[in-house]
């Protein structure tokens, strides 16, 4: 029986390295690759939807003048299909950045071959694995990720920080009132505080960062490549928001939320799932922040922020 082809959407340009590459790891005579090459952004982007690629690889080079806006409008059009960008020397901070805008992965050209090459398709076949599994554990109500699927994507998440020697922060937020809300104003305002809070988090992060609905009353945000004082910038942010959400709420309002927010670098040896005990932790109790810690706590009642 013959093997499902590996759809491969590439945009190159000369010398064609990586197409090189993708050839000689699958020989045509295993008739196991499904390659389309093209020379543009613009013609891969008008591509994707007949093609419907499981991988895409970016030439950077092909993305000038501006790299950034390339990568962008490529993870827009295809956001649940991994990124692979190739770039060359010069280009190495864009393809640095390019990790917070989309992309799985990065590589570099003069050093692209078969053996690279089986390691990043690697990852991303297991990246969609991953992805399809988590999509099956997302609550009904919100829409968002549950427990397992935050865990399993958080892990995952964790490994490519630690490869990719970058950041992250983890925000965990409570309601503190929900209990009271559904005994005055009963059961659908109580969903609908809950869906309200949760466009108000997944409005707040990027479409690469992880949101999820944790449990009855509480939710979590992963925030990926953030510098150390993302953390209480978060949680200013989201007070903010929650004020103006407050204001909208009428006579259901206000939510009571309290918030903490920690940073993780690759240097902590802990586990995904250690990261969100320790985090949850600081929600239930209402320690102090120790001096020179990053992460912050609030508790908000947002209508008498405002």
Request: aromatic content about 4%; charged content about 25%.
């Amino acid at each position: 029986m013959n093997e499902k082809k590996l759809r491969v959407l590439l945009a190159e340009g000369n010398p064609g390295e990586t197409a090189s590459a993708l050839r000689g790891l699958y020989p045509e005579g295993q008739d196991s690759l499904e390659l389309t090459n093209v020379s543009s952004v613009s013609t891969l982007i008008a591509t994707l939807e007949i093609l419907n690629p499981e991988i895409i690889f970016l030439d950077l080079a092909l993305a000038h003048p501006d790299p950034p806006d390339g990568v962008r409008r490529v993870h827009r059009s295809a956001p649940a299909v991994p990124l692979i960008i190739l770039a060359d020397d010069s280009d190495k901070n864009f393809a640095v950045r390019s990790l917070s805008q989309g992309a799985l992965d990065y590589l570099l050209k003069g050093s692209v071959d078969s053996h690279t090459l089986k390691h990043v398709i690697h990852a991303a076949l297991e990246h969609n694995t991953l992805e399809g599994l988590a999509d099956l554990l997302r609550d009904a109500l919100t829409g968002l990720y549950i427990r397992d699927g935050f865990l399993t994507l958080g892990e995952r998440a964790m490994e490519l920080a630690k490869s990719k020697e970058s950041t992250l922060v983890l925000l965990c937020l409570r309601i503190e009132n929900l209990e009271t809300l559904r005994a005055e104003y009963g059961r659908s305002a109580a969903e609908s505080s809950l869906c309200e809070v949760a466009g108000l988090l997944a409005g707040s992060f990027r479409r690469t960062d992880i949101v999820a609905r944790l449990g009855e009353t509480q939710f979590a945000a992963l925030a990926m490549d953030a510098a150390e004082p993302s953390a209480p910038v978060l949680c200013q942010r989201l007070g903010k928001r929650i004020a103006m959400l407050n204001r909208d709420m009428g006579p259901q309002g206000p939510l009571e939320l309290r918030m903490r927010a920690r940073f993780w670098s690759p240097k902590e040896s802990i586990s995904f799932s250690e990261f969100l005990d320790s985090v949850e932790a600081e929600m239930r109790f209402p320690a102090v922040p120790s001096a020179g810690e990053t992460a912050s706590r609030k508790t908000v009642n947002a209508a008498k922020e405002s």
